[in-house]
């Protein structure tokens, strides 16, 4: 049992623009899929090499990414309203970084491999709508790193940040 009624997961999916298609009654049906779980800060969520099992929306809070080399140093974060764990979870290659909670601790929704399936198969259009919010997600990273990379680009060949 969700603690967050399926009132304000409709409105929270409404506010942060995920599975936006979804009607009430999708998302109170999504939410048997689904699983609630808390981490403190610095609480390993995912650990790099592991195959994603699940995907998370973050709910409340932080996590950062950082490199096995590096565990000390986070090389990116994600807050609330944000799809984490969705690459490996699709692809079924092991996590190239670590996924932990920031300071202040996270809430994530997880829908797991085996929830997930059943989902596709009792209720396709949500799986479906889950799907598209993935892609929209990994979109928004590829983008991301596109403009890193080009600002990067400009530093070392001397045109400075543009």
């Known amino acids: 049992m969700l603690s967050i009624t399926s009132e304000e997961l409709f409105n929270f999916f409404q506010k942060h623009s995920i599975c936006e298609s979804l009607t009430k009654p999708d998302v109170e049906s999504l939410m048997n899929y689904l699983q609630e779980k808390e981490y403190s800060g610095g609480d ?17 809070g932080k996590v950062q990414f950082s490199t096995p080399d590096d565990p000390n140093n986070a090389v990116g974060k994600q807050g609330t309203g944000t799809l984490v764990g969705e690459m490996s979870f699709f692809d079924q290659k092991p996590r190239n970084l670590k996924m932990s909670a920031c300071k202040k601790g996270a809430s994530l929704l997880i829908l797991t491999r085996p929830m997930y399936d059943r989902l596709k198969v009792q209720e396709p259009y949500i799986a479906v709508n889950i799907l598209e919010n993935a892609i929209v997600s990994l979109d928004h990273l590829v983008r991301d790193m596109g403009d890193d990379i080009s600002a990067l680009g400009h530093y070392v060949h001397g045109f400075g940040k543009r």
């Not at 390993?44 to 409340?60: H, M, Q, R, Y």
Request: zero cysteines.
């Open 44 to 60: 390993t969520i995912s650990d790099a090499g592991e195959v994603g099992e699940a995907l998370g929306f973050i709910t409340k």
